[in-house]
């Protein structure tokens, strides 16, 4: 098995050929092996290599108070909640929390707020060891502090040479574990957690496993509970049963049809494609289109039949993408440009299908070309950003994700009017 396949059955993360490939040749170096079909059978052979493979491509850029008002709103949540007098403390977990920069910075933003140790624990858990070992030493260089507003750092860390070690008041409420989300077993725990973060993780997993993620997700969070997602996730967890919540700045959601404690709720909406329309069954599977009957007799060739409306075209495309019928899909999309240049969405699932056929270079193009036709697309926008990251261009994937940050506001500020009464 290739050792990309090897990882995602691990981990179900959708990764790149050259994100593996680089990992690969970290691991070959440090090996000092030349040979990759010799590295393929160690990696085949022995968990241990595969789990420092793994190591190298499930740690995530973090640090303290990334997207601050992620924190904002949970503490105004919590502080509600407790107001209640809730009889046990409140359940916090981060997933995944790789070097402990987002649940101490829970733990800080709690504590600031005046909210009472003994009120609050804060579970947090991740795939690599490395990581865990970082986030329990809770030592982080100036990396890990960025941003004009850093009174925190001289409240709640002291210098340690190079590197700065967080107090242990802000340690001792965090619970570090290894885990796997997608692990059954994380899982058997329902209702457990009054608020989870779970940021940035989503977009590395194919669809199924977006599902399977959010599923356990689902199971875990309180029926009046809130979940933190990243900007680019809210639509998976759209179309996978949660619905979105007013929290300025905050990505914020609960379960759909719950009622957690953070008026006023925002009805949910379709922010992406929809889902894909279910599959008949397979003894009476339906035509993609009707049978029209067959002229008995016509004395000149019937007239041209008239093409099919735009958004049943996208439709079409949406559902051939969503069954991994990538060709398909790519025609259907430029057999609606033909007719219609500047279909926006057209070109989005363009640049969907060039994503899932890692040709990155043609996917941005595509998406760039949406957001030139449709400047408020805010699913192109969120995948540009994406891509930014991944280059390397952190100025460019900043600026493109407070434009998607204010698009998604509006929306829900729209969808607040449009419910009013």
């Not at 601050?68 to 809730?86: I, K, M, N, S, W």
């Not at 590197?163 to 209702?191: H, K, M, T």
Request: net charge neutral; proline share 7%.
């Amino acid at each position: 098995m290739k050792a990309r396949d090897l990882l995602q059955q691990v981990t179900g993360l959708n990764l790149t050929e050259a994100v593996v490939g680089r990992a690969v040749e970290r691991r070959m170096q440090a090996l000092a092996l030349d040979d990759t079909r010799a590295y393929q059978r160690l990696l085949a052979d022995g968990a241990a290599e595969l789990g420092a493979l793994t190591e190298l491509v499930v740690v995530p850029e973090s640090w303290m108070f990334r997207d601050a008002e992620a924190f904002v709103a949970a503490t105004a949540f919590v502080a509600r909640r407790l107001a209640a007098r809730p009889a046990r403390p409140l359940r916090i977990l981060s997933v995944p929390c790789a070097g402990g920069e987002e649940p101490y910075s829970m733990a800080m933003s709690l504590q600031s707020a005046g909210v009472a140790a003994s009120d609050y624990a804060i579970d947090a858990v991740d795939l690599s060891e490395v990581a865990l070992a970082r986030a329990r030493a809770g030592l982080y260089t100036r990396n890990a502090f960025r941003g004009r507003h850093l009174d925190f750092r001289e409240r709640y860390f002291t210098a340690a040479g190079a590197e700065y070690q967080i107090c242990d008041d802000i340690r001792a409420q965090v619970s570090f574990n290894q885990a796997n989300l997608l692990d059954p077993a994380f899982s058997s725990r329902p209702g457990y957690y009054d608020v989870i973060f779970c940021r940035n993780l989503l977009i590395y997993f194919d669809d199924p496993t977006v599902a399977a993620a959010i599923a356990s997700l689902a199971r875990l969070l309180a029926d009046d509970g809130i979940l933190l997602a990243g900007y680019a996730e809210v639509p998976a967890f759209c179309r996978n049963g949660f619905a979105t919540l007013r929290a300025p700045g905050a990505f914020a959601l609960e379960k759909a049809g719950a009622h957690a404690s953070w008026p006023p709720r925002i009805p949910a909406r379709q922010h992406a494609r929809p889902p894909a329309p279910e599959r008949p069954a397979a003894s009476a599977a339906a035509p993609a289109r009707a049978a029209r009957p067959l002229a008995a007799a016509a004395p000149a060739a019937a007239p041209a039949a008239a093409p099919p409306p735009a958004a049943d075209m996208l439709a079409r495309a949406r559902r051939q993408a969503d069954l991994g019928d990538y060709s398909g899909a790519a025609a259907a999309c430029r057999e609606l440009l033909e007719q219609n240049p500047d279909s926006a969405d057209a070109y989005f699932i363009l640049g969907m299908v060039s994503e899932c056929e890692q040709r990155i270079a043609e996917a941005g193009d595509h998406w760039r070309r949406c957001v030139y036709l449709q400047p408020d697309h805010y699913e192109a926008l969120c995948h540009l950003a994406l891509l930014a990251e991944q280059s390397g261009e952190p100025a460019q994937a900043a600026a493109l994700k407070q434009r998607a940050a204010r698009i998604y506001q509006r929306r829900n500020d729209g969808d607040q009017r449009k419910g009013a009464p």
